[in-house]
């Protein structure tokens, strides 16, 4: 069943939807910049049979959230995972993709006591290269209309899923064209694309104290080098643990299950006795 948390807004509040399964200590999870909350169904699936008590929560304008927020990005993200874990009583281990994964990473390093361990899948620790400006141009131009919604689903059904599709690839995709193409989202998510920084995330990394999990595809297209990008993580984040995962680019816990989940759930199992 689909909850809701109103969170501020300039405008007076907007509802963040999320779900909430199982039972035992708590999990939350956010998906990556244009997707949904079920891209993590798989990973919550495994989680609640161990034990755990998952919540799912939908990305900021998208999804079953609202419209209406004003503020995006990995600091608001990071708030929206402090508010869950507040509402539904924590501490949490909390999953993030692409830019949640980011957020994660910043909310573990201002709550401690809040957030138990860090699950980072594809996360951003800095801005990925190229010339600023041009980017943004570009995804102005990629994420307009009419083509706009087209642009995103195609890239993300091919390049960043490259290597090994998920088992539901076809019909995932589906579900986020159909969620694009509701009035207004599609100019929510490129305001997202074109303002996205992850400064906040570079600036914090450091501060983190509790175990993190980063794990990349070796085919992701949104590092020169996953392999090299890894490994700065692990420099950057104290005692970050990594896993490179063959034959799966920015979504390897959907793409490569197999070698993802075992390693995940053994790492939440761990944080989980830890406490």
Do not use: C, K
Request: charged letters at 20%.
């Amino acid at each position: 069943m689909t909850s809701f948390l109103p969170r501020p807004t300039a405008a007076g509040s907007a509802r963040l939807a999320y779900e909430v399964r199982g039972e035992g200590p708590l999990v939350v999870t956010i998906p990556g910049m244009g997707d949904l909350r079920s891209a993590d169904a798989g990973l919550a699936d495994a989680l609640v049979d161990d034990g755990f008590r998952v919540a799912t929560v939908d990305q900021r304008n998208l999804g079953d959230s609202e419209r209406g927020f004003d503020v995006l990005g990995d600091e608001a993200t990071a708030s929206d995972y402090l508010t869950i874990i507040e509402e539904l009583g924590g501490p949490a281990v909390v999953v993030g993709t692409s830019m949640s994964a980011s957020a994660a990473l910043i909310a573990a390093a201002e709550r401690p006591d809040l957030v138990r361990a860090v699950v980072a899948l594809s996360p951003f620790v800095r801005n990925a290269g190229g010339n600023p400006a041009i980017n943004r141009l570009l995804f102005r131009m990629l994420f307009a209309r009419p083509w706009g919604v087209a642009a995103w689903t195609a890239y993300y059904r091919s390049t960043l899923n490259r290597g090994q599709a998920p088992a539901d690839h076809a019909e995932h995709v589906a579900a986020i064209r159909t969620a694009l193409s509701q009035p207004g989202r599609l100019a929510d998510f490129r305001r997202l694309a074109v303002e996205l920084d992850h400064a906040p995330a570079e600036a914090r990394a450091g501060d983190v104290r509790v175990p993190v999990l980063a794990v990349i595809g070796a085919l992701d297209p949104d590092y020169t080098d996953p392999a090299a990008e890894l490994a700065h993580i692990a420099e950057v984040v104290p005692g970050a643990r990594t896993l490179l995962v063959d034959d799966a680019a920015h979504y390897p816990h959907r793409q490569r299950p197999d070698v993802v989940l075992p390693a995940v759930r053994a790492f939440v199992a761990e944080a989980a006795a830890r406490a």
